[in-house]
Structures are given as C-alpha cells and as structure tokens.
C-alpha cells in the first residue's frame, strides 16, 4: 500500500482541519442543512410522498416521546464521543482511523471484566470494567500512534488495518475461547454482572446512566483542547510539529499522548454500548460508529462544542430516519442522502466561498474607483 | 527613448488588501529599472501583474503597443517577450544545464530527446548572451550563482525583450552580484533590453539601475534618476521618513564566555557531512557573525546549537554545561532564544493567531496559567497586546492568523516572542531577510540592545552588511569548515568574501584555489 493512497484518503477526509469554526464557516453549514433538506424534499416529490409530512413524521420519530427522545440522545452521545475522539488526535496532527477497532477491543474488556469479577459490587466492577475499557483501547490506539511518532509510519494505514486486526480478534473471541454457553445468543461473550449493567433512565430507550460518564468525558475533552496549555500545546502541534518542537513542546510525547486518549475514548464508547445496551460483549457492538463520528467532527472542524452540537443533529436524522420509514413509508435512504449532501457541500465550501469573496471584492474595488472617479 | 511597458491605473485588489492602487508607470525600453520598497509595498504584485500569475483588478497594462487581456498568463507573457526569474528557482537539480533550459520545449529526433542538439541550443544561446554555462554540467552541482544564470538563461530562451529579476542577489556572494551585474549591463546595452529588479538592497540600486521607481503601501512615491538620487533619499520615501543607518557598535568589555562549540559535527538532510569540526565560542556581550554562502552549514550549525538536529561529533556547551544531546525544550530552560530562518515552516504557526505565537513557550507560566494547565485567556490577550505594540507588530488584531500579516511583520512576531524570554544567550539566524528598512532598522536596534544588555548573540546572515554592523567578531563558513575568524574592523567586505567562497582559508594547508 503506497503513501500516495494514504494522502488520497486524507484528502478524502480531511475537510480543511485546524481552521476556526468562525460565523462565516457556520452560516455555510446552515445553508449547506438547508439546501440538503431541499435535495431530500425533492427526492421525497419525485417518489410521489409529501416531503412535509415526511420531516414531520422525522422529527416526531426523533424527538416526539420520551423513549423516542431517549434513544436520540443515546446516538448522540455514541457519535459525540467518536467525534471527540477524533477531533482529539487531530487537533494535535494525528488521524486516528482506528477507533472503530478501539471500541471493539475496549468494548470486550470491559465484558470480560464485567463477567469475571463476580464476587465484587457492582460499582467496583463498573470502575474496573472502565478501567480495563480505557486502557484496551488506550493501547491499542498506541500501536499506530507509536509507529508514527518514532518511525514515521503514516497512521492512515496503520490505523485502517488495525480496525481489521481488532474486529477479526473480538469476533474470533466471542465466537470461540469466551462464547458464552447460553443459549440463544450467536457471536457473544457471557453477560456481566446483572447489577452492574447501566439503568435507564428513560424506560424502553437507549438511554441509561452511562450517559454521566459520557458528559464528564466531553466536559473534560472540551476543557483540555479549548481551554488548558496541553490543548494549546496540541493545535500547535497539530497545525505545524516543527514549530511546537522549536518552541519546546515535547510534540512526539503529545501526539502519542493524544492518540492514547482519543483510543480511551473509544474503549470508553465501546463500555458504554456493553454495560448499557448489549449487557454483553457482541459481534455486533458497533456499527461503524466511528466513521459516523469522524464525519461529524471533520464537518465541525474538530470543534468539541461544535461536535456536541452536529453529533444531536445527527442522531435526530438516524433516529427519525428509521421511524419515519415506518408512518410515513418512505425509504430512509433518504436520510443518508441528506447526510452526504451536507457532507458534499461543505467539502466544496472552502473553494465556493473563496470565490464569492474574491468577486465581491473586485465588486467594491470597482465601485470604489468609480466613486474616485466621480469625486475627482 | 521608446516605451517599452506601460501600466496606466493599475489597482489590484486582494481579499482585504489593496496590493496595488492606482499605479502609472512606464518603463523604457534599454533601461535597467528597479523596483524598491518596502516589504508588502506591492513591488512583486505587479510584477507578477506584468508577468499574468495573478489577474489585476483595475487599469491597463501595455507591452509594446499591445494591451494585455484578462486571460494574460506566463506563457502569454513570454510570447509577447516579458520573462521572469523568481526569487526560488524552479529548476530540476538532477537534471542537466540543456535539459532545464530547455524543458518543455525539448528538441526530439523522432520519439527520442535529441541530447546533441540541445546541447547545441544551449551553447548558442548562452553565446548570445554572453552567459556562460557548459550545457553538460548537472544543475544541482553548480553553485548559485551559476543556478541562476541557468534561470535567466532559461527566461531568455523566447527571446525575451524584458527580463524581471526578483529580488536576483539576495544568495548570491559579492563577487557572483558582480558578476551578475556585467550581464546585466551586457544584455542591455548589446541586445537593447528592458531589465527590471526588484530588490530591497539600496548600494546595488544605485550601482545598477538607470531610473529606480519606489512603492510604499500600493502606490508608486517616484520615480527617479539613479545618478541624480541618493541611497538615503530613496530610503527615506520608501519608509516615509528618514532613516539613517548609523554605526550602532559601541566598544564594550567582553564578559565570559557562555557559548562553547567545540568540534561540532552534523550532517544535513540528504544525509552528507554539513559541519565538520567546527569550534566557536560567544561571550557575554559580544556578537558573533557567521558569514557564508547559503548552504554551507550555517543552518545546521544553528538547529545543532538548538538541539533541533542531532550532532555526529563533539559538544556545545553552555556555562560549561554540556547540552548536547538536549531537546529544544531542554536547551531553551536553560537560557536560549532561537530566531529561526526559516520564519514560515519553524518560527511560526501560520494558522494561529498573534497572539498564540506570541505565547509558545510561556504557556505554563504561572501568569499565563493557573497551575500550569487552566489558561488564563485574558491575560495572554493583554499580554499579547503589549508585545504588539512594544515591537510595532502591524495586525489588524491579535487573534488574527499570523499568515495575515506581511514578512517584516511576522519576524517581528518572532522576534517579540524570542526576545520576552530574556535568555542570556540567543541564536538568531537571518533576522531581516525579506523584511523592509524600516523594519531592519529596529530589529538592528533591539539586537544591539540586548548585546549591551550582556546577551551572547550568535549571529547568521547572508547578509553581509548586516554582520559587519553589529558584529563583534566574525567567522566565515565554507563547506561545514571555519575558515577564518577576524575582528570585525580588521577585514573588508571584500576580503572576506574570499574566505566565504573557500578562496582562501587560515586554515593550516588549504590554502586552495
């Protein structure tokens, strides 16, 4: 695999990082919703539904009952913390394709964990299953990580290999030396501790207390990179290592660093979806979680508010999408259509919006000759 | 005499900037004329206005008697007989003198490149011109000097009727600018050219050019007869005001010595030896000039003494400290300031803000963070405030991206930046290249303030009145050696370009060429 294919898929993904989500970036976002719910109404005309009464039955899928709302907000916080995950080694100059495997690796630990310790209470259990979480999918976002950092192996393809690496062995795992000896369950570990699982907190939904972990883990992602010397330390590494390691920045230690939590993350998010979901450890833990929240992240500029904010939005239309393909009967393709319009329009916004700028600069040069002219 | 360029109410406007406003000019044809100002004074914009790479907003440009159109790019350019050489050479170094000239427009006997006839070209060519270059030599071999006559050759070759020489001797030692210089006047008194420079060297200006036409903020000041102008009056248009370039050395007393290179060792990227067995020493309150032709070893010697490259063989040592094998962050605790060269790739962060590089390095301090991590946001706002306005840093504001802002002002950033750290030793590498007079003059100043202030300044700079203005002591480098030292009063200009070229050496036996 040559480094030419690696730098193609960064110049797939990469979507102008590192620059600031100012109020120009965000009204090119908004027209770029705005537009892509145009091209999904046309689609819906065209199909011979009535496009209103489709992101009615969207939103009141998503948002209209408790359990509804619920669910959403669980969606949101796996996309979230991809996303956080993501923005972290990239602010700092790392692109972690990985964290698909990482949340596979950190999701099996944490039940193996939790079905080993039984003798334990369940909040030392719940600790240790973290623990073992973070640090599976710490470790294994180290390999790439290390590899780029002291031997310049470029992290794109590590990173995409290593997915494989971890979802073969999890699988070959759940199917093999930890399948559970329960009946009825196809690819999975045996169920941790009862007690120790998450409760709900909406009944019938997705959501459950896993969310507490899930807002500390933001709150204290957002604060490092916006508002503390190591995020400061990280953007410049990011934007220009030389420059962090002329200045005294460690920017080898920081990248690794960065790369090791942004794999403890998504060792976190693969926890969460065992203790609150599956109970369990299954084959199909994820689906492709983390490709969706790289996507939010690259749109939102590796912005952790920003990502917050698209990860909701999101989760409304994979949501909504799937109730509004039961009232409304459309196909929720749709949704996914609308998703890569508004990914399509702002990979095109840099390019679209110098153009306008420089057009309307010469507008104003011109006028303002004239207006010489005329005083003169 | 007959017009050859005329630009009538050129304007070029940028996102934000107007680089060029309302400028009307005509340049003669047979005349060297050049272009001065000061930096982002749109000298180069248009140019490159004349020459098609970017399209101007407003007015006529003529070459000749024909207008050029909006479509006007470098090809069109050329075929109406306007070449440029740029600052950076685009040449391909494995290839040959013949193969680079004429690239693009090879001349082929069926499929196959015709290396004889090419060769033939060249040499006709190169005969023409009175350039002389052996069509044969592999361009990365040669020196600079004769790199860029390989350039101009190439800018010849359609025939052109008007050359641009962008800032042309800014690599080059004394004796290839006078080398440079004798083609110059050959092409236009023989072949009636059009030379235009662009350049920020007044002395050369006056040597050179016929007429000198000086920019500041867009507009073009005057235009004047070299021989009836002189060096300061020209300076002073260029900046508004007077300069004067007085002698800022003051005869102080040496005080110990804090920088010791001893045998130092390094190779470069392409992994060849780049210092070999060089030993200086710096004390307090004395600057130290390193002098030399671009490439040989002055920035290794620099990212060495910072820790920024790792050395093959022998130590720095500061205060008697080895620091050899340190990281830049180690060697900076322990009291050393480094300006970088290369202002773009190491000395900033283009996309951050002002404010942001200002910062690098201070951001754990405790009054610019509470312990060390939660960063107080206004304080370095404040902070950054000062700063700009103690160094004259021209922004619009201190959260815009660094890349907004000119050369000049840039350096300025870095050297606000380096300077704050208030080290004992500081290692500054080209600190006015690129930058305009007004600028140099005040990074000249503060550079001699912290030599009175009792800082151990190593200085590099290809830059050779800038070194013998505010050296102390200085060494020449030729290929990774040392080889000379002298008191600056002790040796001319001159004589000290023999030492840069490896004429000549005090080096015991190479005594060569």
Same mark, same amino acid.
């Given at each position: 695999?040559?480094?030419?294919?690696?730098?193609?898929?960064?110049?797939?993904?990469?979507?102008?990082?590192?620059?600031?989500?100012?109020?120009?970036?965000?009204?090119?976002?908004?027209?770029?919703?705005?537009?892509?719910?145009?091209?999904?109404?046309?689609?819906?005309?065209?199909?011979?539904?009535?496009?209103?009464?489709?992101?009615?039955?969207?939103?009141?899928?998503?948002?209209?009952?408790?359990?509804?709302?619920?669910?959403?907000?669980?969606?949101? $916080?796996?996309?979230?913390?991809?996303?956080?995950?993501? !923005?972290?080694? #990239?602010?700092?100059?790392?692109?972690?394709?990985?964290?698909?495997?990482?949340?596979?690796?950190? &999701?099996? &630990?944490?039940?193996?964990?939790? &079905?080993?310790?039984?003798?334990?209470?369940?909040?030392?259990?719940?600790?240790?299953?973290?623990?073992?979480?973070?640090?599976?999918?710490?470790?294994?976002?180290?390999?790439? +990580?290390?590899?780029?950092?002291?031997?310049?192996?470029?992290?794109?393809?590590?990173?995409?290999?290593?997915?494989?690496?971890?979802?073969?062995?999890?699988?070959?795992?759940?199917?093999?030396?930890?399948?559970?000896?329960?009946?009825?369950?196809?690819?999975?570990?045996?169920?941790?501790?009862?007690?120790?699982?998450?409760?709900?907190?909406?009944?019938?939904?997705?959501?459950?207390?896993?969310?507490?972990?899930?807002?500390?883990?933001?709150?204290?992602?957002?604060?490092?990179?916006?508002? !503390?010397?190591?995020?400061?330390?990280?953007?410049?590494?990011?934007?220009?290592?030389?420059?962090?390691?002329?200045?005294?920045? #460690?920017?080898?230690?920081?990248?690794?660093?960065?790369?090791?939590?942004? +794999?403890?993350?998504?060792?976190?998010?693969?926890?969460?979806?065992?203790?609150?979901?599956?109970?369990?450890?299954?084959?199909?833990?994820?689906?492709?979680?983390?490709?969706?929240?790289?996507?939010?992240?690259?749109?939102?500029?590796?912005?952790?508010?920003?990502?917050?904010?698209?990860?909701?939005?999101?989760?409304?239309?994979?949501?909504?999408?799937?109730?509004?393909?039961?009232? @409304?009967?459309?196909?929720?393709?749709?949704?996914?259509?609308?998703?890569?319009?508004?990914?399509?329009?702002?990979?095109?916004?840099?390019?679209?919006?110098?153009?306008?700028? !420089?057009?309307?600069?010469?507008?104003?040069?011109?006028?303002?000759?004239?207006?010489?002219?005329?005083?003169? | 005499?007959?017009?050859?360029?005329?630009?009538?109410?050129?304007?070029?406007?940028?996102?934000?900037?107007?680089?060029?406003?309302?400028?009307?000019?005509?340049?003669?044809?047979?005349?060297?004329?050049?272009?001065?100002?000061?930096?982002?004074?749109?000298?180069?914009?248009?140019?490159?206005?004349?020459?098609?790479?970017?399209?101007?907003?407003?007015?006529?440009?003529?070459?000749?008697?024909?207008?050029?159109?909006?479509?006007?790019?470098?090809?069109?350019?050329?075929?109406?007989?306007?070449?440029?050489? *740029?600052? *950076?050479?685009?040449?391909?170094?494995?290839?040959?003198?013949? %193969?680079?000239?004429? /690239?693009?427009?090879?001349?082929?006997? +069926?499929?196959?490149?015709?290396?004889?006839?090419?060769?033939?070209?060249?040499?006709?060519?190169? =005969?023409?011109?009175?350039?002389?270059?052996?069509?044969?030599?592999?361009?990365? =071999?040669?020196?600079?000097?004769?790199? %860029?006559?390989?350039?101009?050759?190439?800018?010849?070759?359609?025939?052109?009727?008007?050359?641009?020489?962008?800032?042309?001797? @800014?690599?080059?030692?004394?004796?290839?600018?006078?080398?440079?210089?004798?083609? $110059?006047?050959?092409?236009?008194?023989?072949?009636?050219?059009?030379?235009?420079?662009?350049?920020?060297?007044?002395?050369?200006?006056?040597?050179?050019?016929?007429?000198?036409?000086?920019?500041?903020?867009?507009?073009?000041?005057?235009?004047?007869?070299?021989?009836?102008?002189?060096?300061?009056?020209?300076?002073?248009?260029?900046?508004?005001?007077?300069?004067?370039?007085?002698?800022?050395?003051?005869?102080?007393?040496?005080?110990?010595?804090?920088?010791?290179?001893?045998?130092?060792?390094?190779?470069?990227?392409?992994?060849?030896?780049?210092?070999?067995?060089?030993? /200086?020493?710096? *004390?307090?309150?004395?600057?130290?000039?390193?002098?030399?032709?671009?490439?040989?070893?002055?920035?290794?010697?620099?990212?060495?003494?910072?820790?920024?490259?790792?050395?093959?063989?022998?130590?720095?040592?500061?205060?008697?400290?080895?620091?050899?094998?340190? #990281?830049?962050? =180690? $060697?900076?605790?322990?009291?050393?300031?480094?300006?970088?060269?290369?202002?773009?790739?190491?000395?900033?962060?283009?996309?951050?803000?002002? !404010?942001?590089?200002?910062? /690098?390095?201070?951001?754990?301090?405790?009054?610019?963070?509470?312990?060390?991590? *939660?960063?107080?946001?206004?304080?370095?706002?404040?902070?950054?405030? %000062?700063?700009?306005?103690?160094?004259?840093?021209?922004?619009?504001?201190?959260?815009?991206?660094?890349?907004?802002?000119?050369?000049?002002?840039? %350096?300025?950033?870095?050297?606000?930046?380096?300077?704050?750290?208030?080290?004992?030793?500081?290692?500054?590498?080209?600190?006015?290249?690129?930058?305009?007079?007004?600028?140099?003059?005040?990074?000249?100043?503060?550079?001699?303030?912290?030599?009175?202030?009792?800082?151990?300044?190593?200085?590099?700079?290809?830059?050779?009145?800038?070194?013998?203005?505010?050296?102390?002591?200085?060494?020449?480098?030729? =290929?990774?050696?040392?080889?000379?030292?002298?008191?600056?009063?002790?040796?001319?200009?001159?004589?000290?370009?023999?030492?840069?070229?490896?004429?000549?050496?005090?080096?015991?036996?190479?005594?060569?060429?």
């Amino acid at each position: 695999m040559s480094n030419s294919f690696a730098q193609s898929i960064r110049a797939l993904f990469r979507l102008k990082p590192a620059q600031k989500l100012n109020r120009e970036y965000r009204i090119s976002l908004l027209t770029a919703v705005l537009l892509a719910f145009l091209v999904g109404a046309m689609i819906m005309l065209i199909c011979g539904f009535d496009p209103l009464k489709c992101y009615g039955a969207l939103f009141e899928g998503a948002l209209g009952k408790p359990r509804a709302l619920g669910n959403t907000l669980a969606k949101t $916080i796996t996309l979230c913390l991809c996303g956080l995950a993501m !923005s972290v080694a #990239s602010k700092a100059g790392v692109f972690n394709v990985g964290g698909e495997g990482q949340l596979y690796v950190g &999701a099996l &630990a944490a039940a193996v964990v939790g &079905a080993q310790c039984k003798g334990l209470s369940p909040w030392m259990v719940v600790v240790l299953a973290l623990l073992a979480a973070l640090v599976a999918g710490g470790a294994f976002a180290l390999i790439p +990580g290390a590899m780029k950092v002291y031997w310049k192996v470029d992290e794109v393809i590590t990173t995409i290999m290593l997915n494989s690496v971890a979802i073969s062995f999890c699988s070959y795992m759940a199917n093999g030396p930890l399948k559970t000896a329960e009946k009825g369950i196809a690819s999975g570990t045996d169920s941790i501790m009862k007690e120790a699982g998450f409760t709900k907190l909406i009944p019938l939904s997705n959501l459950t207390t896993g969310l507490f972990f899930a807002a500390a883990v933001a709150l204290l992602v957002w604060y490092l990179m916006t508002r !503390s010397s190591i995020g400061f330390e990280m953007r410049l590494t990011g934007d220009n290592d030389r420059f962090a390691k002329y200045g005294g920045i #460690s920017a080898q230690k920081l990248m690794l660093w960065s790369m090791i939590l942004s +794999g403890a993350i998504c060792g976190l998010v693969g926890m969460l979806e065992v203790f609150g979901l599956h109970k369990r450890f299954l084959t199909t833990v994820s689906n492709e979680f983390y490709f969706d929240g790289m996507l939010v992240a690259m749109i939102m500029r590796y912005n952790p508010f920003g990502v917050i904010v698209m990860s909701f939005f999101f989760a409304i239309l994979n949501i909504g999408g799937r109730s509004m393909e039961l009232s @409304a009967g459309i196909s929720s393709e749709v949704i996914l259509i609308i998703q890569s319009v508004i990914i399509f329009f702002m990979a095109a916004e840099g390019g679209i919006r110098a153009t306008l700028q !420089s057009r309307a600069a010469v507008r104003k040069a011109r006028r303002e000759a004239a207006e010489r002219g005329n005083a003169a | 005499m007959e017009e050859m360029i005329r630009f009538s109410h050129v304007s070029k406007q940028y996102p934000g900037v107007l680089a060029n406003d309302d400028v009307t000019l005509s340049i003669n044809r047979g005349e060297v004329f050049s272009l001065v100002g000061e930096n982002g004074a749109g000298k180069s914009t248009l140019m490159n206005l004349l020459y098609g790479m970017q399209p101007l907003t407003l007015g006529e440009i003529t070459i000749g008697d024909q207008k050029i159109d909006a479509q006007h790019n470098p090809e069109k350019a050329m075929e109406m007989g306007v070449s440029m050489v *740029h600052q *950076h050479f685009k040449l391909v170094p494995s290839f040959t003198v013949a %193969q680079n000239i004429l /690239l693009g427009h090879e001349p082929k006997k +069926g499929l196959r490149y015709d290396f004889a006839a090419a060769e033939r070209m060249v040499t006709e060519l190169s =005969e023409t011109y009175g350039l002389h270059v052996n069509p044969k030599d592999v361009v990365g =071999e040669l020196s600079v000097g004769l790199q %860029q006559r390989v350039e101009i050759l190439k800018a010849l070759r359609t025939g052109a009727k008007v050359l641009i020489l962008d800032e042309p001797t @800014a690599v080059l030692t004394p004796q290839e600018t006078e080398e440079l210089f004798t083609v $110059i006047r050959g092409i236009v008194r023989e072949k009636n050219m059009t030379v235009i420079l662009i350049t920020h060297r007044l002395p050369e200006v006056m040597r050179i050019s016929d007429r000198v036409g000086v920019m500041k903020r867009g507009r073009l000041v005057k235009v004047l007869n070299a021989a009836e102008a002189s060096e300061k009056e020209i300076a002073s248009l260029m900046v508004g005001r007077d300069v004067i370039f007085d002698e800022l050395r003051t005869k102080q007393p040496l005080g110990p010595e804090v920088l010791q290179i001893e045998n130092l060792r390094a190779i470069n990227d392409r992994m060849l030896p780049a210092l070999q067995d060089v030993s /200086l020493k710096v *004390h307090a309150g004395e600057i130290v000039g390193v002098c030399g032709v671009e490439g040989n070893g002055q920035t290794e010697l620099a990212e060495c003494v910072m820790g920024m490259r790792p050395q093959t063989g022998g130590t720095v040592r500061l205060n008697g400290k080895d620091v050899s094998r340190m #990281s830049p962050g =180690e $060697i900076r605790a322990r009291g050393v300031s480094f300006i970088p060269e290369d202002r773009m790739r190491t000395g900033v962060d283009g996309k951050a803000s002002v !404010s942001d590089n200002l910062l /690098l390095g201070k951001q754990r301090e405790p009054r610019f963070s509470r312990f060390g991590i *939660h960063m107080r946001q206004k304080r370095v706002k404040e902070y950054a405030k %000062q700063q700009v306005e103690k160094y004259d840093i021209r922004t619009s504001g201190v959260d815009e991206p660094v890349s907004s802002l000119s050369g000049g002002n840039i %350096q300025k950033v870095v050297i606000a930046r380096e300077f704050d750290f208030g080290t004992p030793v500081l290692v500054i590498s080209q600190p006015t290249r690129g930058v305009d007079i007004g600028a140099i003059e005040f990074i000249h100043e503060r550079i001699m303030e912290k030599r009175n202030e009792g800082c151990a300044i190593l200085l590099i700079s290809a830059d050779l009145d800038e070194l013998f203005r505010l050296s102390d002591r200085l060494v020449t480098l030729y =290929e990774g050696k040392i080889t000379g030292e002298f008191e600056t009063e002790t040796i001319t200009m001159e004589e000290i370009g023999f030492y840069m070229t490896g004429a000549k050496s005090q080096r015991e036996g190479e005594e060569t060429l």
